[in-house]
């Protein structure tokens, strides 16, 4: 099953988007965090398989959204969630499931507490719940072994496609997660920048644009507000986020389902891809006494 591309105007924006699945089914919203290829490929026919359509799409400045800035956005987070749920009536599918990874999960609370009316259910996978910069502190902060050796990889040349698949791969390598995905991935992203600008490679590559976001007012405090049913997917050796973030907003959001991916770190690996699919796709239909999610059979 492949996917079509296009691009559509949404609160005032240009947003890339790709579909999967019948145009008439239930409507799956996922985020990306910053391009739509931090979603995989695998789930996102498994999902349109299950009987879902699937419209993956850019944050803004990445990919084929709008881009103007990166260094310098003239948006806030509670921008990118308006996207969200404009977005979602512009494509028809209004109450969506919306689902966000990384800052992209960021973006999708923000817009559940937001616009609550626009979507039906929520997943949150490899995020937390509090914006870039310091953590809470009852909340565990990245690992900072990890960071520094992360951080203290030396930056490639952004017009050499192949220096930033290398790139990727060594910090995929680094936090735990596949490097041959990391870098196929990469190189798909590379292709889809508009130019070889290094502040627009970066923003597509490391989503370094969200740290310059305004990101205010807090939204941990509001998580009990959000009446959706809500699933939270966290890779157990996350370094980055670790998974005491996503236990925090399993716990604080009302009857949220908690699935850990015991060998993941900050991505979705393929071979977790039909445990998350099932659990999308049953959000909604567990009991009241059956609200803590357990992985679903493999």
């Not at 400045?61 to 404009?86: C, V």
């Not at 740290?211 to 009446?227: F, G, Q, T, Y």
């Not at 966290?234 to 670790?242: E, K, M, S």
């Amino acid at each position: 099953m492949t996917g079509h591309t296009t691009t559509v105007k949404a609160n005032g924006v240009t947003l890339g988007v790709e579909s999967f699945g019948d145009d008439d089914a239930p409507l799956v919203l996922l985020a990306g965090g910053m391009t739509m290829l931090s979603w995989l490929d695998a789930l996102c026919e498994r999902l349109a398989a299950g009987g879902r359509r699937v419209v993956r799409y850019d944050l803004r400045d990445s990919g084929a959204s709008t881009t103007l800035d990166p260094e310098a956005p003239a948006y806030t987070l509670r921008d990118l969630a308006a996207d969200a749920a404009a977005l979602t009536d512009a494509l028809g599918g209004r109450p969506a499931h919306l689902a966000g990874i990384g800052v992209g999960g960021m973006v999708a609370q923000v817009a559940a507490l937001d616009h609550p009316d626009a979507f039906s259910a929520l997943t949150l996978v490899g995020t937390r719940a509090v914006a870039p910069g310091p953590s809470d502190d009852d909340l565990p902060d990245h690992d900072q072994e990890t960071m520094g050796r992360l951080f203290g990889h030396p930056m490639p040349d952004w017009s050499d496609r192949e220096a930033v698949a290398d790139f990727a791969a060594a910090g995929a390598e680094i936090l735990g997660d596949d490097p041959v995905a990391a870098r196929a991935v990469a190189a798909r992203i590379w292709d889809r920048t508009p130019g070889t600008a290094p502040a627009v490679q970066m923003a597509n590559q490391l989503g370094m644009v969200f740290s310059r976001l305004d990101c205010a007012p807090r939204w941990r405090e509001r998580l009990p507000e959000i009446k959706l049913p809500t699933l939270v997917v966290h890779g157990r050796r996350d370094a980055f986020f670790p998974v005491g973030n996503a236990e925090a907003m399993a716990r604080e959001i009302p009857g949220a389902r908690l699935l850990v991916l015991e060998e993941a770190a900050t991505t979705i690996p393929d071979t977790a891809a039909g445990a998350v699919t099932e659990a999308m796709l049953t959000l909604g239909q567990v009991t009241a006494g059956d609200r803590r999610a357990r992985p679903p059979r493999r």
